[in-house]
């Protein structure tokens, strides 16, 4: 059982926006800004989309962006598109070197 | 081109014991902490170890704390992590990754099999 809750599953039209939420504790999420999103299409490994709860690495767009609120942080996808339709998993420090993984979210475009 | 590459997986019985190895390429790894993620078939990801960039910190998921150890050679480049007493339950893809900071793995391989099994 994962430690950070993600919904199973999110749905949206082309052109719609989709939000993620991942729930943890005081201890990961809610104690330090180190929360990153990793995108995953079947039969591919994880890429990194969002890290430090807001930012976008190189090559990411837009559309994609994160944000925070107590124990809980959450990505959007905006405008959504076909090749979104991926698993998306957030992460969190924990402290002392350790980390903590949510279960993932499958979303569809519709 | 950068990337990371594991190996070592196969199929073992239960209770024996697996080294895998993660080659990095175009990169020097002596920079970067380096982590091992494993993802079980269907499941979500998992985080398992990590080591810094020079080896003097290491740290482990509790529940696998006495049964895995993570090393590096930072002259050849690559991680390792050295399972044991393997159970079923640690069927899974095993991706290394690297430490983008404290805060993200920004690299990832494509994952090496361990199957567990009699």
């Known amino acids: 059982q994962s430690v950070l809750t993600q919904p199973r599953s999110v749905s949206g039209s082309p052109g719609q926006s989709v939000t993620i939420s991942c729930t943890g504790t005081?201890?990961?999420?809610?104690?330090?800004?180190?929360v990153s999103w990793y995108e995953q299409h079947p039969g591919k490994a994880p890429k990194l989309i969002i890290y430090?709860?807001?930012k976008r690495p190189s090559g990411i767009p837009d559309r994609f962006s994160g944000s925070k609120s107590g124990n809980t942080a959450s990505l959007t996808i905006s405008d959504l598109q076909a090749e979104d339709e991926a698993d998306y998993s957030c992460?969190?420090?924990?402290?002392?070197?350790?980390?903590?993984f949510g279960a993932g979210t499958k979303v569809t475009v519709l | 081109q950068v990337q990371l590459v594991e190996s070592g997986g196969d199929v073992v019985q239960p209770g024996r014991s697996l080294r895998l190895s993660c080659a990095a390429s175009?990169?020097?790894?002596?920079?970067?902490?380096l982590h091992w993620v494993r993802q079980a078939p269907g499941k979500g990801l998992e985080w398992m170890a990590m080591?810094?960039?020079?080896?003097?910190?290491?740290q482990f998921a509790e529940s696998l704390k006495g049964r895995v150890t993570i090393s590096r050679d930072n002259y050849e480049n690559k991680l390792f992590l050295q399972m044991n007493s393997l159970r079923p339950d640690d069927t899974a893809l095993y991706y290394c990754?690297?430490?983008?900071?404290?805060?993200?793995?920004?690299?990832w391989g494509q994952g090496t099999m361990v199957i567990v099994s009699s």
């Open positions: 005081s201890s990961n999420v809610g104690a330090y800004n180190y």
């Open positions: 990754a690297r430490a983008r900071d404290y805060d993200a793995f920004d690299l």
């Open positions: 175009e990169f020097s790894i002596r920079s970067y902490g």
């Open positions: 430090d709860v807001t």
């Open positions: 992460a969190s420090y924990a402290g002392n070197y350790i980390y903590v």
């Open positions: 080591i810094s960039y020079d080896g003097s910190n290491k």
